[in-house]
């Protein structure tokens, strides 16, 4: 309901979120290693993550590897919305197995996301 009060009062916030869906999430999901945006890029590169994840909500997308891994390199705590979408817990699974957590660790994450 916020996303539709946000989209209401701006109406570019709600196109900025498809434009980026288009225009950006295709090579985040080719991506599973975000160590090069540094302190530098973290402010735009969030606001990057807050559309995605409003558009991502928004037309109940599932979330790939590499956007988990953007979000996990931001804010992990983006994730909480959008990971039961689909197979956002496979998603989860495989990007932090990639980071190189213990399998144990991520069968509890994954549990309890």
Same mark, same amino acid.
């Given at each position: 309901?916020?996303?539709? %009060?946000?989209? $209401?009062? +701006?109406? +570019?916030? *709600?196109?900025? /979120?498809a434009?980026l869906? @288009?225009t950006?999430?295709?090579?985040?999901? !080719?991506?599973?290693?975000y160590?090069?945006?540094?302190?530098?890029?973290?402010?735009? #590169?969030? @606001?990057? $993550?807050? /559309?995605?994840?409003?558009?991502v !909500?928004?037309?109940? %997308?599932?979330?790939?590897?590499?956007? =988990? *891994? $953007?979000?996990l390199?931001l804010?992990?705590s983006?994730? !909480?919305? =959008?990971?039961?979408i689909?197979?956002?817990? &496979?998603?989860?699974r495989?990007? &932090?197995?990639? @980071?190189?957590?213990q399998? +144990?660790? =991520?069968?509890? #994450?994954?549990?309890?996301?």
């Open positions: 309901m916020l996303n539709v %009060e946000i989209s $209401l009062v +701006s109406a +570019s916030y *709600s196109e900025e /979120s434009t869906s @288009r950006l999430l295709p090579f985040i999901n !080719k991506v599973t290693d160590r090069f945006l540094g302190v530098d890029t973290h402010f735009i #590169m969030g @606001r990057f $993550l807050s /559309s995605l994840i409003m558009h !909500k928004d037309v109940q %997308e599932q979330v790939s590897q590499g956007f =988990v *891994s $953007l979000a390199h804010n992990p983006t994730l !909480k919305e =959008v990971i039961r689909g197979n956002g817990i &496979l998603s989860l495989e990007a &932090l197995l990639v @980071r190189g957590f399998a +144990s660790a =991520v069968n509890a #994450m994954c549990l309890y996301p």
